[in-house]
């Protein structure tokens, strides 16, 4: 059964398909851009996911506050990534390569990529709960050789973070998520479980991917996404493709607080969002020098 209207099953409410919001910055950046606003708040703790290509610097040092800043390079980046941040790190990001930036109470981040390079890769913003909202920044780089790998008939999955099927991978610096980016050959299908009371965002980079949970099935045309979220017990995703796709899908528990975003800040009061846009300007969140 094909379905292009909301889940509400016995164990899984889920949105339709998403499209995301085409971005052109110079002639360098391009994305697909999904936001919380958009998923009927399924999609927590994730606040934006940008599916973008970036052939040359766009955005220069920039600070962030309240939440982890994630880059997923895909396998299929040429060349390298630079990542530097107020912490200290500079390094190069690899194809495949994963970098978490919890910013805690804030850093300042600038990515660009090398000259004659061509970035493809998730940007994801991550909610931090407001207990959390003051720690100190923290990072992790995970190397793409370092992340296991599923394989069997028809996929390989490979588990940038967290868990599936028995496989763990690399845990972030902040909240717990699981990061899968998946390969589905003709005919390939793969099956995740959902945790009871956690959220599931889904995203088809490259071609068409059905998503059956809880009875349905809704096709998700390539640059869609969906949110997904069990209800009192464990959901069994499958994620299939007639032709072959490349899909990811992001895995955490919804931390249900209210929040306000300034670009880069996420907090919870429109005070806290002034508080530390003024922390920025008298540069106590930090510099790259």
Known sequence: ?????????????????????QV???????????????FDGLMDPLVMVDHFTMSEPTFG???HAGMSAVSVLFEDSQGQ???????????????????????????VHDERPRAGAQTHALQIF????AAAKR????????????????RGPGYRVRVVLGDSNGVSGYASP???????DAQLEPTGAYVHELPADFDAWIHAVGGG??????????????????????????????????AGAHVVLLQGQPIRERIVQRGPFVMNTREELAAVAAAHAAGELGSID
Do not use: C
């Open 135 to 150: 720690d100190a920044p923290d990072a992790l780089h995970v190397p793409a050789a370092r992340m296991p790998e599923l």
């Open 126 to 129: 991550v909610n931090l709960p």
């Open 209 to 242: 991917v059905e998503l059956a949970v809880g009875g349905a099935v809704t096709v998700l045309a390539e640059g869609d996404a969906i949110a997904v979220r069990s209800q009192a017990e464990a959901a069994a995703l499958e994620l299939r493709s007639e």
């Open 81 to 107: 990534f630079h990542n530097r941040d107020s912490l200290g790190n500079d390094l190069d990001l690899g194809p495949g390569d994963l970098y978490w930036l919890k910013a805690g109470r804030g850093a």
């Open 61 to 63: 040092p920039h600070p």
């Open 174 to 180: 902040a909240l717990p998520l699981t990061i899968l």
């Open 1 to 21: 059964m094909h379905i292009n209207h909301h889940i509400r099953a016995e164990r899984v409410v889920a949105t339709a398909p998403i499209r995301g919001r």
């Open 24 to 38: 052109r910055i110079g002639t360098g950046f391009s994305a697909l851009s999904f936001d919380h606003t958009q």
